[in-house]
C-alpha cells in the first residue's frame, strides 16, 4: 500500500510516514546527549534550518471557516505554536464574542484576568491583557471577551483594528504573526475578525457542508479585498478516500480553487489533547496530525503551498492520494 507523501511546491520533502519511527521531524527545546556540549537545540528540522520568513511583519492572519467544527481553533492553536517554535513572536487573537475556546486548547483558561474590552474602556493596559504561554515564552494570548458576556455597541472592526495597531506600536516590539481566531457565520463577529487581517487561512473538511460555506467565504475575503487566501483541508481519511465515501484533496482543491496549505489526517489524539489544554503539536512522539500541523506553519511562514496529485498503486485502479509540488 503507498504511503502518504507530503511536498511543498518549492520540491522539498517535508513528512514521509514511513520515517517517523527514525527521526522526529520537530523537536523542542532540550539538551544534546553529550556532557561537554550542552547547547540548546530548538525546532529542529529535516532540513535543520530554520524556515525563513517571508513578507512584511507582523503577519496578520485570519484563520476562518464558515461552518463550526471543522477545526478552527484547532488549527489556531497548533499551527500559532508551531510557529512559536520555530523562532518567531506570535500573539493569537480569540475573536470568538463570547464562546471562545482557544484559551482551554492552550491550557490558558485560569491566566485568562483581563480581555480586549477592558483594554478598550481603560481598566487594564494591553500588556496586562496579554497571557504569555510558559512552555514558550514568545508565544501570547488576546482574547476578546469573557465566556458569556456581551461586547460594547461601538466593538467592531475599527476596534480590533485599534488593537492590531496597538499591538504593532508596543514598546517590546511588534510580533511576526497575529493570529486572528474568526468565529463560525458570516454575522458580525466574521466581519470584525477579518477586518484588520491582510492574509486568510480557510479551514475545511471534505464534505459538502463545509465546502459550500468555504465557497462562501472565500467571496467575502476576497470582497474584504483578502486576496492572499490558503486552505487546510481537516479531517482526512485516506481509508475512506480509497473507498470512495469521502472526497479527495484533489477534489476539495478543484472544487475551491485555493491554494493548499496542509492536509491534516484525521487524529482521535486531537480530542485527548484538546481535553488536556495540550496542543498537538507538543505531543511526543509526534502524531501524524501533529506533524501536518507543523507543516502548514511552516509553509504559512515561507508563504508556500502544496498541490494534490493523484497516484495509482495498480494500473486502472484508483489508489491512494500523494500530494506533490507542481
Known sequence: MASLRLFSTNHQSLLLPSSLSQKPLISSPRFVNNPSRRSPIRSVLQFNRKPELAGETPRIVVITSGKGGV????????????LARYGFSVVAIDADLGLRNLDLLLGLENRVNYTCVEVINGDCRLDQALVRDKRWSNFELLCISKPRSKLPMGFGGKALEWLVDALKTRPEGSPDFIIIDCPAGIDAGFITAITPANEAVLVTTPDITALRDADR?????????????????????????????MMSVLDVQEMLGLSLLGVIPEDSEVIRSTNRGFPLVLNKPPTLAGLAFEQAAWRLVEQDSMKAVMVEEEPKKRGLFSFFGG
Open 217 to 245: 467565504v472565500t467571496g467575502l475575503l476576497e470582497c474584504d479585498g483578502i486576496r492572499d487566501i490558503k486552505m487546510i483541508v481537516n479531517r482526512v481519511r485516506t481509508d475512506m478516500i480509497k473507498g470512495e465515501d
Open 71 to 82: 477545526g478552527k481553533t484547532t488549527t489556531t492553536a497548533n499551527v500559532g505554536l508551531s
